[in-house]
């Protein structure tokens, strides 16, 4: 019932920015945390940022400092702010929320492209 879908990807250059964004539908009495995963070429899919209901937040080591996550409880939505994009950042970015009683949600994916 519950539906995540990803906007905001595309092809950009080395040093440019993009913000990634992710919206749920349904029928949503919580959300308990949000974060974003991507899936590199030839790699296993890996955790870039976390946001807590607190508002506590993490980030991989890779995009520490370049990436920032944020959310709208409001909307049910999760941004994913990546600045000083790089080409090794290339490739397919899921958002994810942990909802209600504690089920995990996924979003389709969203391809993000770094050109050098």
């Known amino acids: 019932q519950v539906q995540l879908v990803e906007s905001g990807g595309g092809l950009v250059q080395a040093g440019e920015s993009l913000r990634l964004s992710c919206t749920a539908s349904?029928?949503?009495?919580?959300?308990?945390?949000m974060g974003w995963y991507r899936h590199l070429p030839g790699k296993q899919r890996e955790l870039v940022a976390g946001?807590?209901?607190?508002?506590?937040?993490n980030y991989a080591d890779s995009v520490k400092g370049r990436f920032t996550i944020s959310r709208d409880n409001a909307k049910n939505t999760v941004y994913l702010q990546m600045d000083s994009l790089k080409a090794e950042d290339t490739g397919v970015y899921y958002c994810?929320?942990?909802?209600?009683?504690?089920?995990?949600?996924w979003g389709q994916g969203t391809q993000v492209t770094v050109s050098s």
């Open positions: 349904g029928r949503i009495l919580s959300i308990n945390s």
């Open positions: 946001i807590r209901s607190g508002g506590r937040t």
């Open positions: 994810t929320m942990n909802l209600d009683w504690g089920r995990d949600y």
